[in-house]
């Protein structure tokens, strides 16, 4: 005699991959995609070496998670198609860059990258209060929009700082020119965000200090108030 299946097993069997396939879903108010695309590239800058595919990379992923975002925050159409545009040209010149003169330009990279998340960054911002007022209560889904932007703005200021050296006349860095990579960057702004603070680096300039500073002082309010507020209103989420 054939066994029977339970369905609750079956169930449970099942829920789980389709909530994380839900959950990292590409569509409006999903923001699983871009949150891994941006973590992505967090990760790669960490550990990569600063050579010209690596920041060509680097760019690329940038650039996904910008489009994944402006889709997930519903950014009209018009606007989409503009920065997709713009996202399309970035990485062909990055990749001409790269395939003929076997060089990205350091301040190409922390200028497009700047740039795109300066656009995105407000979008997905609109798009996360819309959700909410329109849900009336946040979800995972708004949850993980507020981490893309915290991330984001973590990217942002190191993209500021490596500008900041590429158009400076000294290093960024106390400690030096050798520590002028997109990586330290990275690194040193994620420490700054979390005021993890090792103190291995430090600003060389006024205007880096300031930036520092800031960045600092907008993470905690960052996470005290907008983290703070989706958190205690999150709801369960019907998709």
């Known amino acids: 005699m054939a066994e029977q299946s339970d369905p609750d097993s079956d169930h449970q069997e099942t ?27 967090i990760i790669f800058v960490m550990i990569a070496d600063d050579a010209a595919w690596s920041r060509v990379v680097t760019i690329t992923l940038q650039a996904l998670a910008v489009v994944a975002s402006l889709r997930a925050a519903s950014a009209p159409a018009a606007f989409r198609h503009v920065v997709t545009a713009l996202v399309g040209a970035v990485l062909c010149f990055s990749f ?45 889904h708004t949850m993980l929009g507020v981490l893309c932007i915290y991330l984001l703005i ?5 993209a500021g700082y490596g500008v900041i050296d590429a158009f400076g006349d000294a290093p960024f860095f106390t400690e030096g020119e050798q520590w002028s990579a997109v990586r330290n960057y990275q690194y040193f702004s994620l420490t700054t965000i979390t005021t993890f603070g090792i103190g291995d680096l430090a600003p060389a300039s006024d205007i880096g200090r300031a930036l520092t500073a800031a960045e600092a002082l907008l993470g905690q309010i960052y996470l005290v108030t907008v983290v703070a507020l989706i958190v205690s209103n999150l709801r369960p989420s019907r998709s």
């Open 96 to 140: 001409v860059q790269a395939a003929f003169a076997d060089e990205v330009s350091l301040r190409f990279v922390e200028a497009a990258t700047l740039t795109l998340i300066l656009v995105a960054t407000p979008t997905i911002a609109i798009g996360l209060i819309r959700q909410v007022k329109s849900h009336r209560g946040a979800n995972l």
């Open 15 to 41: 829920t789980g991959p389709l909530r994380a396939g839900r959950l990292i879903g590409v569509g409006q108010e999903r923001y699983g995609l871009a949150l891994v695309l941006i973590l992505a590239s």
């Open 154 to 158: 973590s990217i942002a200021f190191a």
